[in-house]
């Protein structure tokens, strides 16, 4: 979902065309409706659990490049192979976090735009989206929990081998899964959550 599918900001007072308040509620409706199910849509969060996984596996294949390069010899054959696939991995996935972050900050923008148009007491308790928020929030606390698992796993192991490592390799494989599921999983959370906050805010009694 790129920001050319995103349903257009209002226009300006001075530039609408709204014959009356009813139009001007009904377009309201429509709008909202339509970014609040693109920003909690389910395949946005698998997309973004997709490039995560694409951006370990990068990480990964880079890790097990600089440990061939560290090695020497007929190691720099593989290392060469490894950072090219590693490349090849972490930059288109890099890019697609990037872009599904800048869409979803528009959205929340123009879900802002639309909401202050005006309020609509019979419709806008509708625009709860109670089962994709609670979606979002439970599938988001997955990632988070293999995150605690990997990182918890990793500071065991630190903790509890006598001998020194051979090198840095291991902590960098746990922070390599470790980071990107914590943050997925924040993100995904921190959606979830601000959709609620602004739906209260909706529905928040005039003073």
């Known amino acids: 979902m ?3 599918h ?3 900001a209002p226009p300006p007072w001075h530039l609408s065309t709204w014959p009356n308040r009813e139009a001007v509620l009904a377009d309201r409706e429509r709008a909202l409706d339509a970014l609040i199910r693109k ?3 389910p395949g946005r969060l698998l997309l973004g659990w997709l490039l995560t ?5 990068g990480w990964m294949l880079a890790v097990l490049g600089l440990k061939s390069v560290a090695e020497g010899g007929v190691e720099y054959v593989y290392a060469a192979a490894y950072l090219i696939l590693a490349a090849g991995a972490v930059i288109p996935s ?3 976090i990037r872009a599904g972050l800048r869409t979803g900050k528009e959205a929340r923008r123009r879900l802002r735009l639309w909401a202050a148009l005006d309020r609509d007491a019979m419709r806008d308790p509708g625009l709860r989206a109670g089962g994709r928020v609670w979606f979002w929030l ?3 606390l997955l990632p988070c929990a293999g995150a605690l698992a990997v990182g918890g796993a990793a500071v065991t192991e630190m903790l509890t081998t006598t001998t020194a490592p051979k090198d840095g390799s291991g902590l960098a494989y746990a922070w390599g899964l470790t980071a990107p599921l914590a943050a997925v999983g924040a993100y995904g959370v921190a959606t979830a959550l601000a959709h609620r906050r602004w739906f209260r805010s909706l529905n928040a009694p005039q003073r």
């Not at 996984?53 to 596996?57: I, N, S």
């Open 138 to 140: 439970l599938m988001s």
């Open 6 to 8: 995103l349903p257009p």
């Open 94 to 96: 890099l890019l697609g």
């Open 39 to 41: 920003t909690l849509s």
């Open 53 to 57: 996984g694409v951006f370990m596996l």
């Open 2 to 4: 790129g920001i050319s």
